[in-house]
């Protein structure tokens, strides 16, 4: 069972629309969450990382966090085509250095 | 930019037969990882490493050997490929305390035939 759960797999939306991402951990340990970009053959880029609750915000991007439910939330505001990517969740444990990901969802703006 | 070059970047290989898949980084990190990537399964840590002469367990680490000779290089080994082994591997950096963002290559896809 995989420690760090995605929803939804994938994700149709509108260019001009927002799309909303959600990862929640298993592991009562982790306590540092980043969020992945990886567009399609390429490799995976780090977006934005979230360590403490509440909500960061970058350009259109914005992310949540909740710590005592272990939960993050990827909100994109005026999507792009060029948004259409994996997005791949992360998240630290106590181990030094170790991060587990989820099995991402699949972001498609359609034009 | 954070620089980590993977070679080969393509690999044809028969069940059976050895793999060595490298891996250098000229960050200076730490840290350096191996991951697969397989459809519904995001990515999958295979074995790791602290710094030059460490190489530590992942997830999913049977029927696949490290070796970090340096702080630079990093090492992926199938001593006998198996096709379930057939995937996209990725190799990463990183600093071991702090945001610990990852930096990663640009992937290794392996064949196993």
């Known amino acids: 069972q995989q420690k760090v759960q995605q929803s939804p797999e994938s994700l149709i939306v509108p260019e001009g629309g927002m799309a909303s991402l959600n990862c929640t951990s298993s592991d009562r340990n982790v306590d540092y969450f980043w969020w992945y970009r990886q567009h399609s053959g390429k490799s995976p880029k780090m977006l934005m990382s979230i360590f403490s609750n509440g909500e960061k915000e970058e350009g259109r991007f914005t992310v949540h966090l909740n710590k005592a439910s272990l939960h993050t939330s990827l909100h994109i505001r005026d999507s792009q085509p060029s948004d259409s990517a994996l997005y791949l969740c992360?998240?630290?444990?106590?181990?030094?250095?170790?991060?587990?990901f989820g099995a991402g969802t699949q972001l498609i703006v359609i034009p | 930019e954070a620089a980590v070059t993977q070679s080969p970047r393509n690999k044809v290989a028969v069940t059976g037969g050895k793999v060595t898949l490298s891996c250098n980084q000229t960050?200076?990190?730490?840290?350096m990882y191996w991951y697969r990537q397989d459809t519904g399964h995001g990515l999958r840590l295979i074995h790791y490493s602290y710094g030059a002469g460490s190489t530590e367990k992942g997830d999913i680490p049977d029927g696949y050997k490290a070796s970090r000779p340096s702080q630079e290089n990093f090492s992926l080994i199938l001593e006998l490929a198996t096709p379930s082994q057939t995937s996209v591997y990725f190799c990463a950096s990183g600093v071991s305390l702090g945001k610990n963002t990852l930096y990663f290559g640009a992937g290794t896809r392996l064949s196993v035939l």
């Open positions: 960050n200076n990190h730490n840290n």
């Open positions: 992360a998240a630290r444990g106590s181990a030094l250095g170790r991060l587990h």
